[in-house]
């Protein structure tokens, strides 16, 4: 153990000579434990301290040989750090050189290499000989750090590019290498260890962020190389001690003496050099590690922390204990997710070792619990790790982690991030599934129900249906696909369960069960033959190696020789099952064709086609029927040789239909008669799969627009026809409509074609319109979702590329559709969830009802919205959209909020006219409510400027883009504002003179010239009594005046911004008169032009408000700025960087709602104050760690505060 010894006073540091190693006391074995210090190569004789590194032996010499050698190390040490810097190869060649050296002259060598450390910190400055030799290593530091540049922030370990990314792996290299050429050497000599040692320990100690930085790594990268150094002596002290006792145990005839005392004399030896490298590892450990695991820089701590784990995983002997495992323990806590990160990993390389376990058994039991709650980690990729170590426990023993901690795993498969997901998959592959069965050798391989794999599948059957997230299991298969793809793949197996009866003693699947594994086999189909992860986990299609191109031509060939065979018996078996035949009637989109024929499968194919058709005739449920449409157009390939058959099949079934649907329609819609319900429900059934397959296959030839719309209609002149034939005949129309558009935009079209499109489409659009009066809100809802979709596929957008020939069917909705299409928006989507009764069938208690309900609004806001995107309809129908923001801001707040986006895209000056319209319509909804002589203070006017301040922040912080869009928003409000006269007369406000207080949310958004032309705009429409106002109704105007007048310049304002303040002194500078340039500068903004007279200014007292313009500009901007510094100073200096140093950063970081956004602020923490904190105190005022080795509140520090921010997030609707 080499944790035990206090550090000799040989190694102790000039300022902090009683505390510098015995801070941390939780690593002496006992009190009786210390050092010798004459111990090790040189035992005879003392070493020398520090500071009298320069004193005896071979000294630097004369002071003329100092100057000399200063003149000429530039240029050795500058090719030192060359060397690195560049990554030469041939590191080994370089080292051996500087040893050379060293032996010849080691002080110049020393110096070198003082000089190297401090070059590779990136200070100019340079150690001379004389300052080696008479300064402590505490005054060179100071020396060194004023020669730091000031205006850069950047040192090697940080700067960007090519070559400085591979800098520190160089560094470490060379580190590592020269340890390792002087292990035999002289690494053992008192001298140059403790030189490097104590320099390295000086500069961790520094403010300045690059020495430390650089020194920490530095000194991390000796200790790794030292411990190597270590694990070496170990073994040779081992090998030594066997060969002795061999050799002593050996007859007295036999016995060598003298090997023996060669032997005893090597294992002193090597105990010596033991005890040395023990000496200097603790002062690295002690003087660096200690201070620096706990630094306010996350590059310094993760430094630590990885290392730390490099040596508990390399020298297990002397690291792995509770003494350094409480490191990583607390670190685990840290706020920044790289450090995180490096504890996980490090633990991870000790976790799989299996001989390791022992020794980690106290550390699992006391963190086990930290380790569980950072699988939900914000940082994704910590998540990922602990998830991965936590399959490494589980690997190694099975009865630490309890069913909770295993459950709060399992449920990761189903998230939507990736790598998270794999994880976990793996870890419930080797918890749920490490049990499997061997198979003997010898033996035949079972297959089918009998196969190993069969209770494997049921648990997986049982687990997804446990979880409850039946909606979810293609996001389960992917999660295990690679852990246990074999598993998946096994169809027969699955189909065996399926199809043949169970065994003897075997409990057969229920109902639910096989539901849930005919879902789970057709997630594993597709997941082969489509070989990339499921909508919503994944950034897209990858490109695929040719192996796993052959993986996936071979499962493909497997699974349709498999299931060409099952499914139709398969099929016949769940014919009455609407969820199991769906997914089973998908099978076939992935099949590989072309087998049908090599495999001479003609037969049943032919099964599979008559079971279709007897699907299709039995139900009406519409995903049935698309499933079934959609394998006909799979099957219907022209590329293959089935082609025909099927296509023959097909034509005979909708020939049976559509003759079927037009014999009852006849009879349907016989004069005088009142249909039945039985000829209704006929009539809907056979609509319904014309419908259905009519999405999928062209129609055309049979002429269903013709009956369709004669069934709609007599909707329209009846009234009585039943609401899901109007649905279905509706979207049948849509579907032909369609159909007749795509044939005619292949070119090969005749003008008869255009004039029938133009006249349907239109006719069917007037029907929709018609249908929007509807009693019934789900043929409404219908009729507006496809006349949204109508008038978005016919409007001027479809003959652009090269389209110029469908100009005659471009059709741009009247004025009177415009307001019924609006109109049903504001009554069927902006309305309370209570309220929506007809779209949840009375199931507004039900919270699976309300959530449909909600979609369903979505859907059709959605569809409005894309109208008002593509200039469909007018631009500022928007407004009563927009008005809407807030009052439904967690219902529709990201669709109106991308509706905004994008019409300010289209034409930024209209989107402003039209955000401003939405104001003013709600300012006089207001007003109607609540009379003119309202409170300001109300809830419905504090509403609306609420809206204004969220309608500002949306134009972003490019004041030059959204220019004259915010100039002509402020010219629109400015005359709104003055346009309603009082009815009291002049010497009264005028009637909406309040919306200028709204109007000021906008102010900051102007430019600063563009504030003054707004301003003098403004007082063409003000009379010079307005002026004069000093009235509680005037407020208004006086605090939007204002708002423009802030951060504007004095010199430019006419008589209104000229009044001084009460009480205030008189301006020390007379207001200069406009010139002319300005005018003219102004009057070339998009504000009318006008003449803009300039007034004398009068003297008048101002009112009883704050004006920021009375403030001055430095006194607006500065306050709030240095507010926020001083108390972010207050909280993170203390006393001094050390004494925060000192304590350690941590933090339970979580993924929650509530957003931490300090992470984002730990990159400029320190880097602008490190130079400038006073130096850091005695460490004896330093609070000591608690012997507790796993207690994390020892360590948290109460002064590092973390401010929470609200924010918002938003999902952007695709258009």
Known sequence: MIAAPELPSEFHYPQDSDTRFSSDTDFSEGPDVSINPTKGKGGKKGKKAVGEKGKGGKGVGEAGRMNGHHQENGMENMMLFEV????????QSVVDDWIESYKADRDTALLDLINFFIQCSGCKGVVSGEMFRNMQNSEIIRRMTEEFDEDSGDYPLTMAGPLWKKFKGSFCEFIAVLVRQCQYSIIYDEYLMDTVISLLTGLSDSQVRAFRHTSTLAAMKLMTALVNVALNLSINMDNTQRQYETERNKMVAKRANDRLELLLQKRKELQENQDEIENMMNAIFKGVFVHRYRDAIAEIRAICIEEIGMWMKLYSDAFLNDSYLKYVGWTMHDKQGEVRLKCLTALQGLYYNRELNTRLELFTSRFKDRIVSMTLDKEYDVAVQAIKLLTLVLHSTDEVLSPEDCESVYHLVYSAHRPVAIAAG????????????????????????????????????????????????????????????????????????????????????TDRQETALIEIMLCTVRQAAECHPPIGRGTGKRVMTAKEKKTQLDDRTRMTELFAVALPPLLAKYSIDAEKVTNLLQLPQFFDLEIYTTGRLEKHLEALLRQIREIVEKHTDTEVLEACSKTYHALCNEEFTIFNRVDIARSQMLDELVDKFNRLLEDFLQEGEEPDEDDAYQVLSTLKRITAFHNAHDLSQWDLFTSNFKLLNTGIENGDMPEQIVVHALQCTHYVILWHLAKVSEGSHRKEDLVSLRKQMRMFCLMCQRYLTNVNTTVKEQAFTILCDVLLIFSHQMVSGGREQLEPLVYSPDDSLQRELLSFILHHVFIDQDDDSGSTDGQQDDEAGKIEALHKRRNLLAAYCKLIIYNVVEMNTGADIFKQYMRYYNDYGDIIKETMSKTRQIDKIQCAKTLILSLQQLFN???????????????AFCGIKELARRFSLTFGLDQVKTRDAIAMLHKDGIEFAFKEPSPQGEGNPPVYLAFLDILSEFSSKLMRQDKRTVHMYLERFMTFQMALQREDCWLPLISYRNSLQAGGDDDTMSVVSGYSSRGSSVRSKKAKAATPTANVAASKRKLPEGRLSIETPVMMPSPHLTSTMLRGPGDVRGEPKRARDDSYMGVRRGTGLMEEDEEPIVEDVMMSSEGRMDDLNEGMDFDTMDIDLPPSKNRRERSELKPDYFDPASIMDESVSNSDFNVELYVCILF
């Open 84 to 91: 690195v810097k560049m990554g030469k190869s041939a590191m």
């Open 426 to 509: 793996e870890f419930l592959f080797k918890k749920l599934f490490s049990t499997r069965e061997p198979e003997e050798e010898g033996a035949p391989r079972r297959r089918g129900r009998q196969s190993p794999n069969a209770n494997l599948i049921k648990t997986t059957v049982f687990f997804f249906l446990e979880s409850e997230l039946h909606e979810h299991a293609a996001y389960l298969v992917d999660s295990l696909w690679e852990s246990g793809a074999e598993l998946l793949k096994d169809w027969e197996c699955m189909t065996s369960l399926l199809l043949d009866e169970p065994l003897p003693g075997e409990e057969a699947l």
């Open 925 to 939: 909804e207001m007003l109607s409510e609540l009379g003119t002589g309202f409170d300001r203070s109300s809830s």
